[in-house]
């Protein structure tokens, strides 16, 4: 019998390699069992025939973003106009808003725009490729987490530019 590839598992062996807690969960995102690093216990998790989906949580290694709808996408694309040479993982959420992953920030942001918010460590955020009621959940843009991440200024110093210009633009935010 010939098996499909597990790119849960592959996915959950990638972040633990990295250092980043890896949790099962539900098809509705609840969290199942205990954060999970070590390789072997990753196995045990997601090396079966059905994986359960896949959540990580901010740590040394990268910080987890929620990113505003419309301050988001304008400062993905303001960011994808810079080429950068490291993309960052971005995913949409049902509600519109996005999650972005970065590197844990040097020092002092500065201002953010409104409406982003650090996923605090501990906190689950379901990850690509698990899938939800509504279908498989996509990064865009990135290979998370075999490569690279950006810095934390680099990604959201461009959706407070977004949210800056949008204001400008439109008086107000949407």
Not at 22 to 32: D, F, K, M, S
Not at 133 to 162: I, N, T
Request: aromatic share 6%; proline share 10%.
């Amino acid at each position: 019998m010939i098996r499909r590839k597990n790119a849960l598992l592959d996915t959950a062996l990638a972040c633990a390699e990295r250092a980043i807690p890896v949790r099962a969960a539900t098809i509705n995102g609840a969290p199942l069992g205990e954060w999970i690093t070590d390789l072997d216990a990753v196995r045990v998790v997601w090396d079966v025939d059905e994986p359960p989906n896949l959540a990580i949580t901010s740590c040394s290694t990268v910080a987890v973003w929620r990113l505003p709808r419309v301050a988001g996408a304008y400062g993905k694309r303001l960011y994808e106009q810079q080429r950068p040479s490291v993309w960052p993982p971005t995913m949409q959420c049902q509600d519109g808003s996005w999650i972005t992953c970065t590197l844990q920030p040097d020092g002092d942001l500065g201002p953010l725009a409104t409406g982003v918010q650090y996923v605090a460590p501990g906190t689950p955020v379901v990850i690509p490729p698990s899938t939800t009621s509504d279908g498989r959940l996509h990064w865009d843009g990135a290979k998370f987490p075999l490569h690279p991440l950006p810095s934390a200024d680099a990604v959201l110093s461009e959706v407070l530019r977004a949210e800056q210009e949008y204001v400008e633009l439109n008086g107000r935010l949407g």
